[in-house]
């Protein structure tokens, strides 16, 4: 069965760096779009960052352009998230998603919970 | 990069039917059949409901339905269940960007 498991949340303080990673298992990894989503506490989703099968197109929502970085390893069926410059407001959830094929997400791992703060 | 709107709130009786919508603009939902629903109960992750505007992944009841008129699409749930009391979440391809709607909760009384 599909399996979606992130890793690498925790406490950082302002300004510090973060990188989350998922690992996926069950399906062949390399045949799909993934990405990031995240929720705030309390708050609603918020997409962050999507990248082709092959590393591209890779496309960031205004909000973390220039201070995240999505790649990921298909040999080790793996999507990561590197976060820079991190801000009180990028305290969320971070779930990984598989893109079932037009900008829609068909399996969502639990999240990786990150929190910024000092 | 705006959210899309919906209403905070929604609430049906077991039975009854209840419509959320979701308004963008000529840029995301008017501008695409590219809209996906999502329920999301506390605590859990989201899960796909509707993709495509009114197509059904495999497993959701057919009791959801989608459409869209314009800029703004419509998750109807027929024959309300308890189960059906979640938060709803509507989403749309906006040109190299994806919103979502802030949310709506659904309340069965």
């Known amino acids: 069965q599909v399996q979606l498991v992130e890793s690498g949340g925790g406490l950082v303080k302002p300004g510090g760096s973060l990188t989350l990673s998922c690992a996926a298992s069950?399906?062949?990894?390399?045949?799909?779009?993934m990405s990031w989503i995240r929720q705030a506490p309390g708050k609603g989703l918020e997409w962050v960052s999507y990248i082709g099968t092959s590393g591209s197109p890779i496309y960031y929502a205004d909000s973390v352009k220039g201070r995240f970085t999505i790649s990921r390893d298909n040999a080790k069926k793996s999507l990561y998230l590197q976060m820079s410059s991190l801000r009180a407001d990028d305290t969320a959830l971070y779930y990984c998603?598989?893109?079932?094929?037009?900008?829609?997400?068909?399996?969502w791992g639990q999240g990786t919970l990150v929190t910024v703060s000092s | 990069q705006s959210a899309l709107t919906q209403p905070p709130s929604a609430s049906g009786s077991p039975g009854q039917s209840v419509t959320i919508s979701c308004t963008g603009t000529?840029?995301?939902?008017?501008?695409?059949?590219?809209v996906s629903w999502y329920q999301q109960h506390p605590g859990k992750a989201p899960k796909l409901m509707i993709y495509?505007?009114?197509k059904r992944p495999s497993g959701v009841p057919d009791r959801f339905s989608g459409s869209k008129s314009g800029n703004t699409a419509f998750l109807t749930v027929s024959g309300l269940q308890a189960e059906d009391e979640a938060d709803y979440y509507c989403?749309?391809?906006?040109?190299?960007?994806?919103?979502f709607g802030g949310g709506t909760k659904l309340t069965v009384l």
């Open positions: 989403s749309s391809y906006a040109g190299n960007n994806i919103l």
């Open positions: 495509d505007v009114n």
């Open positions: 998603a598989r893109e079932r094929g037009n900008y829609d997400f068909d399996y």
């Open positions: 000529s840029s995301d939902v008017g501008g695409y059949n590219y």
């Open positions: 069950g399906f062949t990894f390399s045949d799909y779009y």
